[in-house]
């Protein structure tokens, strides 16, 4: 069963104690205030809901989302609110290269961790210039409030909702203006699946309001040392599920690159060498993460700040057990670990030495050692080195055999299931080796 957050108990009271369900089921939502809600928990956390797996369990049962109407009024309803970014498609794009910018000290461009010096970082490096076009000026970021507008909002099922909002508070990452238009950002230090587009959306109106101008809605993610860059619209302004990705550009900054010959050499000493990742000795399992990159986001996120489990699942848009897989991932590569609060009986999971050592190196230096972390577990190695020389990517039965033959597989005997689990993950991983050279 999955582990149950703070928000998921009390929304789960808040149901209970304000008899919510009822109404949302005769007319598909219901309105509450934070003078409500703050009995159960301090309400703007139990609003905060940025990605759909961290809805609370309730939320998730009946199919519902939360918006704010003004500062102290929210309404629960089947809405359709989240922004799917699928990875897949867009990881695709061409990267573009930029030189570090010459003679800034103060502004580091390796070990990137928090969402501010992502997008400063992006405007010195000239990635937002390039992207938007023409000169930008930082005009606007932190907390404001939103004007009176209206808006519809598809539901469920193909439901359309009306609302009126006023005064609600929004918080702007940062909004950049040149001759031509504000471009209003929204900034991720890890790449999601999804996020909730109100983030965008209400500023996007309340700038509208207030500017002769165009505004531009733009989504930024940073992770694996790429900027991912968005450029939305919206259809209908005053349609919030109209928006469509329009442009898509991605860059890195620094110095070196990847190249293939790099990779095939360190898996090639590796296995000479036998210099095997034992975690499962120490009873650490085998990772179950099919995203290399992101393990790398968390890892990324521990580093800003250490975190207690239930934030760092709340932080990084999964479900508590996806959140479990990642970290385990990371702790079998001995990037993180945990300590447990003996006083309120919660987990701690902080950096190692390791990860902050590595993190802090150039872009080439650092890839090169999570590689050799990769490449350090033997299954992976075997796959990389087979499927690498065969240019050919990785068979699922094939990858099972590997694993099969590995000598954690051979110590724990695992299921069938199991081992079908595992070699998702090989493949995912020799997936991200192979995306790595750009030459």
């Known amino acids: 069963m999955a582990r149950r957050t703070a928000n998921d108990e009390a929304w789960e009271q808040a149901f209970e104690s304000l008899n919510l369900i009822d109404p949302i089921r005769q007319k598909g939502w219901v309105d509450v205030t934070a003078k409500n809600l703050r009995q159960f928990r301090e309400p703007r956390l139990m609003a905060k809901i940025d990605y759909s797996a961290n809805r609370p369990e309730i939320f998730r049962q009946e199919g519902l989302n939360i918006l704010s109407l003004s500062s102290s009024h929210y309404r629960i309803g089947k809405f359709d609110v989240f922004r799917p970014i699928p ?5 695709q794009a061409p990267i573009t290269r930029l030189e570090l910018p010459v003679g800034i000290e103060s502004l580091p461009f390796k070990g990137l961790t928090s969402e501010s010096s992502v997008v400063t970082s992006a405007h010195a490096a000239g990635i937002l210039e390039k992207f938007c076009g023409d000169e930008l000026l930082l005009t606007s970021f932190g907390r404001m409030r939103t004007p009176q507008f209206d808006f519809t909002i598809a539901g469920k099922g193909g439901d359309k909702y009306n609302l009126s909002v006023n005064s609600a508070t929004i918080e702007i990452d940062a909004a950049f203006e040149n001759s031509r238009a504000l471009h209003v950002f929204e900034v991720k230090n890890h790449r ?14 309340t700038w509208k309001s207030k500017i002769h101008k165009p505004v531009e809605p733009v989504f930024m993610t940073y992770s694996n040392d790429v900027y991912d860059l968005y450029q939305l ?12 990705i329009e442009r898509h550009e991605r860059f890195v900054v620094g110095e070196g690159s990847v190249l293939r010959q790099d990779l095939q050499e360190i898996a090639l000493r590796v296995s000479m060498q036998r210099a095997w990742n034992d975690s499962y000795r120490s009873r650490i399992p085998f990772p179950q993460a099919d995203s290399f990159t992101r393990v790398i986001d968390l890892v990324s996120i521990l580093i800003e700040q250490p975190m207690s489990a239930e934030e760092l699942t709340t932080h990084y848009g999964f479900d508590a057990r996806q959140s479990d897989y990642y970290y385990n991932a990371a702790k079998y590569l001995g990037l993180a670990d945990s300590s447990r609060d003996g006083a309120i009986g919660s987990e701690f999971r ?7 050592n590595l993190f802090s190196l150039s872009y080439r230096e650092k890839f090169l050692g999570l590689a050799s972390l990769v490449l350090a577990i033997e299954p992976i190695n075997e796959a990389f080195r087979r499927f690498e020389s065969d240019h050919n990517r990785a068979v699922s039965r094939t990858v099972q055999d590997i694993f099969c033959e590995s000598a954690e597989a051979k110590v724990f005997g695992y299921a069938a299931t199991t081992i079908e689990r595992r070699s998702q993950t090989i493949q995912a991983w020799v997936a991200w080796l192979n995306s790595l050279p750009e030459g």
């Open 87 to 91: 990875e897949e498609k867009y990881r």
């Open 192 to 205: 999601p699946g999804d996020f909730n587009m109100r983030q965008l959306y209400y500023p996007y109106r």
């Open 233 to 244: 619209s919206f259809i209908d302004d005053k349609d919030f599920s109209s928006s469509v």
């Open 350 to 356: 902080f950096p190692t030495q390791r990860a902050k």
